[in-house]
């Protein structure tokens, strides 16, 4: 008896990476664009929360936590962070607009 780690790694791991890829790229859209940014950021969330909730039913309950929970718990709580980094910036004030002339 054998894990086949291919199968997670393919179906679980590897696209949850693109997708927080993704929504970190977020991070480095212009200012301009925060109406844009904040929905990928919520639906790369619902996304992660929807692949932890297929996983999880999955896999037999345990006592100890797993790796693949980590990464899931991970890959949930960096959308949130990044949207509160999002309205951070945006409500940051603009140099330029400090400027006396």
Same mark, same amino acid.
Request: hydrophobic share 50%; charged share 10%.
């Given at each position: &008896?054998?894990?086949r780690?291919?199968?997670?790694?393919?179906? =679980?791991?590897?696209?949850?990476?693109?997708?927080?890829?993704? #929504?970190? #790229?977020? &991070?480095?859209?212009? *200012?301009? @664009?925060?109406? +844009? *940014?904040?929905?990928? #950021?919520?639906?790369? !969330?619902?996304v !992660?929360? +929807? &692949?932890?909730?297929?996983?999880?039913?999955?896999? %037999?309950? =345990? *006592?100890?936590?797993?790796?693949?929970?980590?990464?899931?718990?991970? #890959? &949930?709580?960096? %959308?949130f962070?990044?949207?509160?980094?999002?309205?951070?910036?945006? @409500? !940051? %004030?603009?140099?330029?607009?400090?400027?006396? =002339?």
């Amino acid at each position: &008896l054998k894990r086949r780690i291919e199968q997670q790694l393919l179906s =679980t791991y590897l696209p949850s990476l693109c997708i927080l890829i993704l #929504a970190q #790229a977020t &991070l480095y859209f212009k *200012s301009e @664009h925060f109406k +844009t *940014s904040v929905p990928v #950021a919520v639906t790369v !969330m619902l996304v !992660m929360y +929807t &692949l932890n909730n297929s996983v999880t039913s999955k896999l %037999p309950p =345990t *006592s100890y936590i797993k790796l693949i929970d980590v990464w899931l718990l991970f #890959a &949930l709580i960096l %959308p949130f962070f990044i949207i509160i980094l999002l309205v951070v910036i945006e @409500h !940051m %004030p603009n140099p330029k607009s400090n400027v006396v =002339t």
